[in-house]
């Protein structure tokens, strides 16, 4: 059964600053991972979309990469901003199973 | 602009009375998701479909109940079989085969059974 853990829950950095998110899965056989954030009351926006056989995603400040080995995936977010400021979701789909796994999310305030 | 929309926004219940949540698209994706979301807790399966007339059940089905009657719509029925319905729900679609497997959500339905 897979399982997603992102560590720590919360965290709070300054603006201007580069962080890194963490997201972790214990089975390895993904077919994707995909990064979401959440505003407070909201739904969930789609950030990166990693594939099974890519490294990496890049949008813009944000970037994604995935270790299959590891079972990690990280998102890097470059010169934070305040509006960044949200709880950032990573969630896991196996291959043959149409069910997404989700992570608990890490809440991100960025203080200005 | 295509996206998901899903109403209403708030929903307020009594215990007992089935409440109907609905979700459309116009993305004219084939597959549709609905999820569960309490605080602490990962969003959860309650039911999904891929196609037209067809639906599976997740991980927490119990309680609910969807149809698929159009590729647009994919309502849920919280049933008052439900023992605990307070929460936020989401819809999501995504292509369905031979697609990206990307997930898109809309603004959720939260839901107080008072």
């Known amino acids: 059964k897979q399982e997603v853990t992102q560590i720590p829950a919360a965290l709070s950095v300054p603006e201007g600053e580069n962080l890194v998110l963490n997201c972790s899965f214990t089975?390895?056989?993904?077919?994707?991972l995909q990064w979401f954030r959440q505003d407070p009351g909201k739904g969930l926006t789609s950030l990166l979309l990693?594939?099974?056989?890519?490294r990496e995603q890049t949008s813009g400040r944000l970037n994604a990469s995935l270790d299959k080995s590891s079972g990690r995936s990280t998102l890097y977010i470059a010169a934070s901003q305040p509006g960044d400021s949200a709880t950032y979701l990573c969630?896991?789909?196996?291959?043959?199973?149409?069910?997404?796994?989700f992570g608990t999310g890490t809440r991100l305030t960025i203080i200005p | 602009d295509g996206g998901i929309t899903q109403s209403p926004k708030y929903l307020f219940r009594k215990e007992g009375q089935n409440v109907t949540l609905s979700c459309e698209q116009n993305?004219?994706?084939?597959?549709m998701y609905w999820y569960r979301q309490d605080p602490g807790q990962g969003l959860r399966l309650i039911y999904y479909?891929?196609?037209?007339?067809?639906?599976q059940k997740g991980d927490i089905a119990e309680g609910y109940s969807v149809s698929r009657e159009k590729k647009e719509s994919f309502p849920l029925t919280v049933t008052s079989a439900q023992k605990n319905p307070t929460a936020f729900y989401l819809c999501?679609?995504?292509?369905?085969?031979?697609?990206?497997?990307?997930?898109?959500f809309g603004e959720g339905s939260r839901l107080t059974v008072l």
């Open positions: 999501a679609s995504s292509i369905g085969q031979g697609g990206t497997g990307e997930l898109f």
């Open positions: 990693i594939q099974s056989s890519q």
């Open positions: 969630a896991v789909k196996n291959f043959g199973n149409e069910k997404l796994t």
């Open positions: 479909s891929q196609i037209v007339n067809d639906f």
């Open positions: 993305l004219n994706h084939d597959a």
């Open positions: 089975d390895s056989a993904i077919y994707n």
